[in-house]
Protein backbone atom coordinates (compact mmCIF):
# COMPACT_ATOMS: atom_id res chain seq x y z
CA UNK A 1 0.00 0.00 0.00
CA UNK A 2 1.37 3.64 -1.00
CA UNK A 3 2.21 5.89 1.84
CA UNK A 4 -0.73 8.58 2.26
CA UNK A 5 -0.71 11.83 4.46
CA UNK A 6 -3.29 14.52 5.58
CA UNK A 7 -3.97 16.99 7.65
CA UNK A 8 -6.53 15.41 10.51
CA UNK A 9 -6.50 18.79 12.76
CA UNK A 10 -9.54 20.87 11.43
CA UNK A 11 -8.68 23.74 9.55
CA UNK A 12 -8.97 27.15 11.16
CA UNK A 13 -6.86 29.46 13.52
CA UNK A 14 -5.66 26.99 16.17
CA UNK A 15 -2.71 27.00 18.43
CA UNK A 16 -1.10 24.03 16.35
CA UNK A 17 -2.26 21.65 13.78
CA UNK A 18 -0.90 18.09 12.93
CA UNK A 19 -0.04 16.72 9.05
CA UNK A 20 -0.13 12.78 9.34
CA UNK A 21 1.46 10.20 7.06
CA UNK A 22 1.53 6.64 7.09
CA UNK A 23 2.99 3.56 4.89
CA UNK A 24 5.93 2.15 4.60
CA UNK A 25 7.59 5.37 2.73
CA UNK A 26 6.61 7.88 5.80
CA UNK A 27 9.76 7.50 7.79
CA UNK A 28 11.95 8.33 4.31
CA UNK A 29 10.00 11.23 3.29
CA UNK A 30 9.95 13.16 6.37
CA UNK A 31 13.65 12.27 6.60
CA UNK A 32 14.15 14.41 3.17
CA UNK A 33 11.96 17.38 4.41
CA UNK A 34 12.96 17.17 8.00
CA UNK A 35 16.25 18.85 9.37
CA UNK A 36 16.05 18.25 13.45
CA UNK A 37 17.90 20.37 15.85
CA UNK A 38 19.33 17.21 17.61
CA UNK A 39 18.99 14.36 14.68
CA UNK A 40 20.85 15.02 11.45
CA UNK A 41 19.10 12.36 9.73
CA UNK A 42 15.60 11.75 10.83
CA UNK A 43 15.58 8.01 9.53
CA UNK A 44 17.73 7.33 12.95
CA UNK A 45 14.74 8.99 14.84
CA UNK A 46 13.80 7.10 18.20
CA UNK A 47 10.38 4.97 17.77
CA UNK A 48 7.85 7.28 19.76
CA UNK A 49 10.22 9.70 20.78
CA UNK A 50 9.14 13.76 19.73
CA UNK A 51 11.73 15.20 18.11
CA UNK A 52 12.19 19.10 17.22
CA UNK A 53 13.37 20.86 14.43
CA UNK A 54 12.32 22.52 10.77
CA UNK A 55 10.04 21.04 7.60
CA UNK A 56 11.85 22.48 4.67
CA UNK A 57 11.47 22.30 1.08
CA UNK A 58 14.31 19.89 -0.67
CA UNK A 59 14.17 21.77 -3.70
CA UNK A 60 15.27 25.18 -2.69
CA UNK A 61 16.29 24.73 1.09
CA UNK A 62 13.40 27.31 2.70
CA UNK A 63 12.20 26.80 5.81
CA UNK A 64 8.16 25.98 5.72
CA UNK A 65 7.54 25.82 9.87
CA UNK A 66 8.99 25.16 13.03
CA UNK A 67 7.32 21.38 14.44
CA UNK A 68 7.68 18.51 16.84
CA UNK A 69 7.86 15.23 14.76
CA UNK A 70 7.32 11.95 15.98
CA UNK A 71 7.94 8.36 14.58
CA UNK A 72 5.74 5.54 15.17
CA UNK A 73 7.19 2.39 14.42
CA UNK A 74 4.61 -0.29 12.72
CA UNK A 75 2.76 -2.59 14.08
CA UNK A 76 1.68 -0.58 17.32
CA UNK A 77 0.32 2.37 15.40
CA UNK A 78 -3.43 3.43 14.78
CA UNK A 79 -2.89 2.31 10.93
CA UNK A 80 -0.59 -0.64 11.62
CA UNK A 81 1.75 1.13 9.29
CA UNK A 82 4.27 3.32 10.02
CA UNK A 83 3.37 6.52 11.08
CA UNK A 84 4.75 10.21 11.33
CA UNK A 85 3.28 12.97 12.50
CA UNK A 86 3.82 16.40 11.96
CA UNK A 87 2.94 18.81 14.94
CA UNK A 88 3.20 22.50 13.51
CA UNK A 89 1.52 25.66 13.89
CA UNK A 90 -1.90 26.22 13.68
CA UNK A 91 -4.09 28.12 11.05
CA UNK A 92 -4.64 27.27 7.57
CA UNK A 93 -1.12 28.08 5.80
CA UNK A 94 1.23 25.94 7.97
CA UNK A 95 -0.62 22.67 7.35
CA UNK A 96 -1.18 23.11 4.11
CA UNK A 97 2.00 24.53 2.78
CA UNK A 98 3.87 21.14 5.06
CA UNK A 99 1.33 18.75 3.29
CA UNK A 100 2.40 20.18 -0.24
CA UNK A 101 5.74 19.27 0.60
CA UNK A 102 4.83 15.47 1.75
CA UNK A 103 2.76 15.04 -1.44
CA UNK A 104 5.58 16.32 -3.22
CA UNK A 105 8.40 13.85 -2.03
CA UNK A 106 5.79 11.11 -2.28
CA UNK A 107 3.06 10.86 0.01
CA UNK A 108 -0.16 10.31 -1.65
CA UNK A 109 -3.16 12.89 -0.75
CA UNK A 110 -5.21 10.35 2.19
CA UNK A 111 -9.28 9.73 0.90
CA UNK A 112 -11.53 10.66 3.76
CA UNK A 113 -11.42 8.09 6.42
CA UNK A 114 -8.64 6.14 5.07
CA UNK A 115 -6.68 6.04 7.76
CA UNK A 116 -9.00 4.41 9.79
CA UNK A 117 -9.84 2.10 6.54
CA UNK A 118 -6.03 0.90 6.86
CA UNK A 119 -6.89 0.21 10.68
CA UNK A 120 -9.93 -2.14 9.60
CA UNK A 121 -8.01 -3.92 6.55
CA UNK A 122 -4.88 -4.26 8.73
CA UNK A 123 -7.52 -5.82 11.76
CA UNK A 124 -7.05 -3.56 14.08
CA UNK A 125 -10.59 -2.57 14.32
CA UNK A 126 -13.30 -4.75 13.00
CA UNK A 127 -15.96 -2.61 11.25
CA UNK A 128 -18.51 -1.55 13.67
CA UNK A 129 -15.92 -0.37 15.57
CA UNK A 130 -14.48 1.56 12.49
CA UNK A 131 -17.28 3.25 12.31
CA UNK A 132 -17.80 3.94 15.70
CA UNK A 133 -14.67 5.87 15.16
CA UNK A 134 -16.61 8.39 13.08
CA UNK A 135 -19.51 8.79 15.51
CA UNK A 136 -17.08 9.57 18.29
CA UNK A 137 -15.88 12.46 16.24
CA UNK A 138 -19.59 13.39 15.19
CA UNK A 139 -21.04 13.08 18.61
CA UNK A 140 -23.76 15.76 19.48
CA UNK A 141 -23.78 14.88 23.42
CA UNK A 142 -22.21 13.38 25.78
CA UNK A 143 -24.48 10.33 25.84
CA UNK A 144 -24.14 9.73 21.88
CA UNK A 145 -19.79 9.79 22.76
CA UNK A 146 -20.48 7.42 25.43
CA UNK A 147 -22.67 4.94 23.50
CA UNK A 148 -19.72 5.49 20.30
CA UNK A 149 -16.96 4.85 22.87
CA UNK A 150 -18.59 1.69 24.02
CA UNK A 151 -18.88 0.45 20.28
CA UNK A 152 -15.23 1.61 19.67
CA UNK A 153 -14.14 -0.81 22.89
CA UNK A 154 -16.56 -3.65 20.99
CA UNK A 155 -19.43 -4.15 22.61
CA UNK A 156 -21.31 -4.41 19.55
CA UNK A 157 -18.91 -6.57 18.07
CA UNK A 158 -18.93 -9.16 21.22
CA UNK A 159 -22.88 -9.20 21.38
CA UNK A 160 -23.15 -9.85 17.28
CA UNK A 161 -20.08 -12.40 17.71
CA UNK A 162 -21.83 -14.33 20.60
CA UNK A 163 -24.54 -14.90 18.07
CA UNK A 164 -22.74 -15.90 15.51
CA UNK A 165 -20.88 -18.41 17.71
CA UNK A 166 -24.51 -20.37 18.31
CA UNK A 167 -24.74 -19.36 14.70
CA UNK A 168 -21.63 -21.46 13.71
CA UNK A 169 -22.27 -24.61 16.57
CA UNK A 170 -25.52 -24.96 14.38
CA UNK A 171 -24.17 -25.12 11.30
CA UNK A 172 -21.37 -27.48 13.01
CA UNK A 173 -24.82 -29.84 14.11
CA UNK A 174 -26.62 -29.70 10.23
CA UNK A 175 -23.14 -30.93 8.97
CA UNK A 176 -22.66 -33.72 11.47
CA UNK A 177 -26.36 -34.58 10.47
CA UNK A 178 -26.27 -34.92 6.79
CA UNK A 179 -23.21 -36.91 7.06
CA UNK A 180 -24.65 -39.56 9.72
CA UNK A 181 -28.18 -39.08 8.36
CA UNK A 182 -29.41 -41.77 11.06
CA UNK A 183 -33.08 -41.14 12.42
CA UNK A 184 -32.18 -40.40 16.02
CA UNK A 185 -29.31 -37.58 15.37
CA UNK A 186 -31.67 -36.18 13.14
CA UNK A 187 -34.26 -35.61 15.43
CA UNK A 188 -32.08 -34.59 18.26
CA UNK A 189 -30.74 -31.93 15.99
CA UNK A 190 -34.00 -30.79 15.39
CA UNK A 191 -34.72 -29.54 18.63
CA UNK A 192 -31.16 -28.47 19.10
CA UNK A 193 -31.77 -26.51 16.29
CA UNK A 194 -35.07 -25.22 17.13
CA UNK A 195 -33.71 -24.18 21.08
CA UNK A 196 -30.45 -22.45 19.60
CA UNK A 197 -32.62 -20.50 16.51
CA UNK A 198 -34.94 -19.40 19.67
CA UNK A 199 -31.85 -17.83 21.16
CA UNK A 200 -30.82 -16.36 17.87
CA UNK A 201 -34.25 -14.38 17.62
CA UNK A 202 -34.43 -13.21 21.12
CA UNK A 203 -30.58 -11.81 20.80
CA UNK A 204 -30.95 -10.06 17.38
CA UNK A 205 -34.65 -8.43 18.91
CA UNK A 206 -32.80 -7.27 22.19
CA UNK A 207 -30.26 -5.42 20.01
CA UNK A 208 -32.81 -4.10 17.53
CA UNK A 209 -34.80 -2.75 20.48
CA UNK A 210 -31.97 -0.22 20.69
CA UNK A 211 -32.24 0.16 17.37
CA UNK A 212 -34.56 3.33 18.21
CA UNK A 213 -32.63 4.93 20.74
CA UNK A 214 -29.62 4.40 19.25
CA UNK A 215 -30.12 6.33 16.15
CA UNK A 216 -31.74 9.44 18.31
CA UNK A 217 -28.21 9.50 19.82
CA UNK A 218 -26.42 9.24 16.82
CA UNK A 219 -28.28 11.39 14.57
CA UNK A 220 -30.69 13.61 16.94
CA UNK A 221 -34.36 13.30 17.66
CA UNK A 222 -35.72 15.22 14.39
CA UNK A 223 -37.40 17.66 15.80
CA UNK A 224 -40.30 20.04 14.21
CA UNK A 225 -42.18 23.10 15.77
CA UNK A 226 -46.16 23.34 14.31
CA UNK A 227 -48.37 26.19 14.87
CA UNK A 228 -49.88 28.67 13.23
CA UNK A 229 -48.32 32.14 13.00
CA UNK A 230 -48.60 33.93 16.12
CA UNK A 231 -48.82 31.17 18.85
CA UNK A 232 -45.42 31.32 20.05
CA UNK A 233 -42.99 28.76 18.16
CA UNK A 234 -40.04 31.33 17.81
CA UNK A 235 -40.89 31.91 21.41
CA UNK A 236 -40.02 28.57 22.07
CA UNK A 237 -37.24 27.99 20.31
CA UNK A 238 -36.11 30.40 21.85
CA UNK A 239 -36.78 29.38 25.40
CA UNK A 240 -35.22 25.79 24.42
CA UNK A 241 -31.85 27.27 23.22
CA UNK A 242 -31.69 29.54 26.17
CA UNK A 243 -31.32 26.60 28.21
CA UNK A 244 -29.19 24.63 26.39
CA UNK A 245 -26.75 24.33 24.58
CA UNK A 246 -26.84 24.79 21.35
CA UNK A 247 -24.34 22.24 18.96
CA UNK A 248 -23.59 23.72 15.42
CA UNK A 249 -22.54 21.50 13.09
CA UNK A 250 -20.68 21.74 10.53
CA UNK A 251 -20.33 18.78 7.83
CA UNK A 252 -18.06 19.02 5.05
CA UNK A 253 -17.06 16.99 2.46
CA UNK A 254 -20.46 15.01 2.69
CA UNK A 255 -23.37 15.33 0.10
CA UNK A 256 -25.00 17.19 3.00
CA UNK A 257 -23.50 20.25 2.93
CA UNK A 258 -25.17 22.19 5.76
CA UNK A 259 -24.70 23.15 8.99
CA UNK A 260 -27.54 21.53 11.56
CA UNK A 261 -28.23 22.69 14.77
CA UNK A 262 -28.70 20.48 17.94
CA UNK A 263 -29.88 21.12 21.06
CA UNK A 264 -28.88 19.23 24.22
CA UNK A 265 -31.84 18.21 26.21
CA UNK A 266 -30.22 15.84 28.65
CA UNK A 267 -28.53 14.32 26.62
CA UNK A 268 -31.00 13.45 24.01
CA UNK A 269 -29.90 15.70 20.70
CA UNK A 270 -32.75 17.21 19.57
CA UNK A 271 -32.09 18.12 16.09
CA UNK A 272 -34.69 21.30 15.04
CA UNK A 273 -35.55 20.58 11.37
CA UNK A 274 -35.17 23.13 8.65
CA UNK A 275 -35.35 26.17 11.46
CA UNK A 276 -34.94 28.56 8.39
CA UNK A 277 -38.27 26.81 7.44
CA UNK A 278 -39.44 27.00 11.44
CA UNK A 279 -38.99 30.70 11.68
CA UNK A 280 -41.05 31.35 8.67
CA UNK A 281 -43.66 28.81 9.35
CA UNK A 282 -46.54 30.68 7.96
CA UNK A 283 -44.99 29.39 4.70
CA UNK A 284 -44.88 25.66 6.77
CA UNK A 285 -48.19 25.72 7.40
CA UNK A 286 -49.65 27.17 4.56
CA UNK A 287 -47.70 25.02 2.41
CA UNK A 288 -48.40 22.13 4.15
CA UNK A 289 -50.23 20.68 0.78
CA UNK A 290 -46.64 21.31 -0.51
CA UNK A 291 -44.25 18.23 -0.83
CA UNK A 292 -41.40 19.49 0.87
CA UNK A 293 -43.28 20.57 3.76
CA UNK A 294 -45.02 17.33 4.07
CA UNK A 295 -41.07 15.56 3.95
CA UNK A 296 -40.35 17.78 6.90
CA UNK A 297 -43.16 16.66 8.90
CA UNK A 298 -42.70 12.72 7.89
CA UNK A 299 -39.05 13.17 8.49
CA UNK A 300 -40.00 14.28 11.75
CA UNK A 301 -39.23 11.75 15.10
CA UNK A 302 -41.44 14.40 17.09
CA UNK A 303 -43.44 17.58 16.26
CA UNK A 304 -44.08 19.66 19.04
CA UNK A 305 -47.31 21.36 18.19
CA UNK A 306 -48.09 25.11 19.49
CA UNK A 307 -51.84 26.38 20.24
CA UNK A 308 -52.79 29.78 21.10
CA UNK A 309 -55.20 29.49 23.86
CA UNK A 310 -56.32 33.00 23.70
CA UNK A 311 -57.30 32.66 19.82
CA UNK A 312 -60.28 30.15 18.80
CA UNK A 313 -59.08 27.32 16.82
CA UNK A 314 -59.16 27.48 13.24
CA UNK A 315 -58.67 25.86 10.05
CA UNK A 316 -54.82 25.57 10.15
CA UNK A 317 -55.24 24.22 14.04
CA UNK A 318 -57.15 21.53 12.50
CA UNK A 319 -55.12 20.69 10.21
CA UNK A 320 -52.09 20.93 12.61
CA UNK A 321 -54.37 18.23 14.84
CA UNK A 322 -54.54 16.02 12.25
CA UNK A 323 -50.97 15.66 11.64
CA UNK A 324 -50.43 15.15 15.67
CA UNK A 325 -52.88 12.15 15.52
CA UNK A 326 -50.42 10.58 12.82
CA UNK A 327 -47.35 11.21 14.56
CA UNK A 328 -45.53 11.12 18.01
CA UNK A 329 -45.91 14.46 19.40
CA UNK A 330 -46.53 17.05 22.27
CA UNK A 331 -48.92 19.48 22.54
CA UNK A 332 -48.83 22.71 23.88
CA UNK A 333 -51.64 24.68 25.06
CA UNK A 334 -49.61 28.63 25.21
CA UNK A 335 -50.50 31.85 26.17
CA UNK A 336 -52.22 30.30 29.29
CA UNK A 337 -51.40 33.42 31.00
CA UNK A 338 -54.18 35.51 28.75
CA UNK A 339 -57.78 35.37 29.03
CA UNK A 340 -58.72 32.13 27.58
CA UNK A 341 -60.97 30.76 24.46
CA UNK A 342 -60.75 27.37 25.31
CA UNK A 343 -58.68 25.37 27.50
CA UNK A 344 -56.16 21.82 27.53
CA UNK A 345 -59.48 19.71 28.40
CA UNK A 346 -61.47 20.87 25.25
CA UNK A 347 -58.34 20.40 22.84
CA UNK A 348 -57.62 17.01 24.24
CA UNK A 349 -61.36 16.25 23.12
CA UNK A 350 -59.56 16.55 19.28
CA UNK A 351 -56.49 14.52 20.42
CA UNK A 352 -57.42 12.54 23.45
CA UNK A 353 -54.42 10.48 22.99
CA UNK A 354 -51.82 13.01 23.43
CA UNK A 355 -49.83 14.67 26.35
CA UNK A 356 -51.15 18.36 26.34
CA UNK A 357 -49.00 20.69 28.22
CA UNK A 358 -50.38 23.91 29.42
CA UNK A 359 -47.55 26.52 28.65
CA UNK A 360 -46.81 30.31 28.93
CA UNK A 361 -44.27 31.07 26.76
CA UNK A 362 -43.29 34.30 26.94
CA UNK A 363 -43.45 33.94 31.03
CA UNK A 364 -40.86 30.94 31.15
CA UNK A 365 -43.71 28.26 32.09
CA UNK A 366 -44.35 24.75 31.27
CA UNK A 367 -40.53 24.45 29.47
CA UNK A 368 -39.35 22.66 32.00
CA UNK A 369 -41.72 20.12 31.40
CA UNK A 370 -41.53 19.95 27.73
CA UNK A 371 -38.44 18.97 28.17
CA UNK A 372 -38.72 16.63 31.10
CA UNK A 373 -41.54 15.28 28.84
CA UNK A 374 -39.08 14.60 25.61
CA UNK A 375 -36.68 12.80 28.09
CA UNK A 376 -39.43 10.65 29.70
CA UNK A 377 -40.65 10.00 25.74
CA UNK A 378 -36.87 9.24 24.82
CA UNK A 379 -36.29 6.71 27.67
CA UNK A 380 -39.48 5.22 28.23
CA UNK A 381 -38.89 3.83 31.25
CA UNK A 382 -35.94 1.87 29.96
CA UNK A 383 -32.87 1.90 32.40
CA UNK A 384 -29.99 4.51 31.83
CA UNK A 385 -27.46 3.35 29.49
CA UNK A 386 -24.35 2.10 30.43
CA UNK A 387 -21.97 -0.76 29.01
CA UNK A 388 -25.00 -1.97 27.09
CA UNK A 389 -24.60 -2.86 23.41
CA UNK A 390 -26.68 -0.07 21.34
CA UNK A 391 -27.34 0.20 17.58
CA UNK A 392 -27.17 2.92 16.56
CA UNK A 393 -26.48 2.52 12.50
CA UNK A 394 -28.97 2.73 9.62
CA UNK A 395 -26.34 -0.30 8.01
CA UNK A 396 -26.27 -2.35 11.58
CA UNK A 397 -30.29 -2.31 11.65
CA UNK A 398 -30.41 -3.46 8.41
CA UNK A 399 -28.35 -6.50 8.48
CA UNK A 400 -30.10 -7.29 11.90
CA UNK A 401 -33.30 -7.08 10.12
CA UNK A 402 -32.34 -9.32 7.37
CA UNK A 403 -30.77 -12.04 9.78
CA UNK A 404 -33.50 -11.64 12.01
CA UNK A 405 -35.39 -12.78 8.31
CA UNK A 406 -33.35 -15.71 8.17
CA UNK A 407 -33.39 -16.92 11.16
CA UNK A 408 -37.14 -16.81 10.86
CA UNK A 409 -37.34 -18.27 8.31
CA UNK A 410 -34.93 -21.28 9.92
CA UNK A 411 -37.40 -21.42 12.56
CA UNK A 412 -40.25 -21.88 10.40
CA UNK A 413 -38.19 -24.43 8.31
CA UNK A 414 -37.45 -26.94 11.54
CA UNK A 415 -41.19 -26.85 12.64
CA UNK A 416 -42.43 -28.03 9.08
CA UNK A 417 -39.34 -30.54 8.63
CA UNK A 418 -37.64 -29.29 5.80
CA UNK A 419 -34.75 -30.86 4.83
CA UNK A 420 -31.61 -30.13 6.95
CA UNK A 421 -29.47 -28.85 3.66
CA UNK A 422 -32.40 -26.25 3.03
CA UNK A 423 -32.08 -24.97 6.81
CA UNK A 424 -28.66 -24.99 6.54
CA UNK A 425 -28.70 -22.28 3.98
CA UNK A 426 -30.80 -19.99 5.76
CA UNK A 427 -28.80 -20.20 9.13
CA UNK A 428 -25.44 -19.20 6.61
CA UNK A 429 -27.35 -16.33 5.17
CA UNK A 430 -28.01 -15.20 8.77
CA UNK A 431 -24.10 -16.01 9.56
CA UNK A 432 -23.37 -13.45 7.31
CA UNK A 433 -25.45 -11.29 7.64
CA UNK A 434 -24.35 -10.69 10.87
CA UNK A 435 -20.98 -10.79 9.84
CA UNK A 436 -21.59 -7.90 7.52
CA UNK A 437 -21.81 -5.36 10.90
CA UNK A 438 -17.96 -6.75 11.94
CA UNK A 439 -17.11 -6.38 8.26
CA UNK A 440 -16.07 -10.09 8.04
CA UNK A 441 -18.33 -10.15 5.00
CA UNK A 442 -18.79 -6.99 4.16
CA UNK A 443 -17.79 -6.41 -0.07
CA UNK A 444 -15.91 -3.70 -1.22
CA UNK A 445 -18.64 -0.92 -2.28
CA UNK A 446 -20.21 -1.17 0.96
CA UNK A 447 -16.57 -0.23 2.45
CA UNK A 448 -16.16 2.45 0.85
CA UNK A 449 -19.37 4.00 1.25
CA UNK A 450 -18.54 3.80 4.39
CA UNK A 451 -15.34 5.55 4.51
CA UNK A 452 -16.36 8.06 2.87
CA UNK A 453 -18.24 9.29 5.73
CA UNK A 454 -15.20 10.03 7.23
CA UNK A 455 -13.60 13.43 7.38
CA UNK A 456 -9.96 13.48 5.76
CA UNK A 457 -7.36 13.03 7.95
CA UNK A 458 -9.04 10.46 10.06
P1 LIG B 1 -44.62 32.51 16.10
O1 LIG B 1 -45.15 33.36 15.00
O2 LIG B 1 -45.42 31.30 16.30
O3 LIG B 1 -43.16 32.21 15.99
O4 LIG B 1 -44.84 33.35 17.44
P2 LIG B 1 -43.82 34.23 18.28
O5 LIG B 1 -42.93 33.37 19.09
O6 LIG B 1 -43.18 35.20 17.37
O7 LIG B 1 -44.82 34.95 19.27
C1 LIG B 1 -45.84 35.81 18.82
C2 LIG B 1 -46.16 36.80 19.90
O8 LIG B 1 -46.74 36.14 21.01
C3 LIG B 1 -44.94 37.51 20.44
O9 LIG B 1 -45.25 38.85 20.65
C4 LIG B 1 -44.65 36.80 21.76
O10 LIG B 1 -44.04 37.64 22.69
C5 LIG B 1 -46.03 36.43 22.19
N1 LIG B 1 -46.07 35.27 23.08
C6 LIG B 1 -45.43 34.10 22.93
N2 LIG B 1 -45.73 33.28 23.94
C7 LIG B 1 -46.56 33.94 24.76
C8 LIG B 1 -47.20 33.61 26.00
O11 LIG B 1 -47.08 32.52 26.57
N3 LIG B 1 -48.02 34.55 26.54
C9 LIG B 1 -48.20 35.76 25.97
N4 LIG B 1 -48.99 36.63 26.57
N5 LIG B 1 -47.58 36.11 24.81
C10 LIG B 1 -46.79 35.21 24.21
Redesign the pocket.
Known sequence: MDTIAAISTAMGEAGIGIVRMSGKESLSIASNVFKGKTIENFKEAINRRLTYGYIYDPEDGTIVDEVLIVYMKKPHTYTREDIVEIYCHGGVIAVKKILEILLKNGARLAEPGEFTKRAFLNGRLDLSQAEAVIDLIKAKTDKSYSVSLNQLEGSLSIKVNEIRKILLNMLAHIEVSIDFPEEDVEEVTYDELLKDSQKVLEEIDKLLSTAERGKILREGLNTVIL????????????AILRENRAIVTDIPGTTRDIIEEYVNIEGIPLKIIDTAG??D??DLVEKLGVDRAKNVVEKADLIIA?FDA?RSLTKEDEDIINIVKEKRSIVLL?????PNEYDVEELSNYIPDKKIIS?????G?GIEELEKTIVDMFYSGEVELSGEAIVTNMRHTDMLNRARKNIIDVISGIEMNVPLDCIEVDVKNCWNHLGEISGETVSEDILDKIFSEFCIGK
Open positions: GKPNVGKSSLLNIRTEVSNKTDLTSIANE
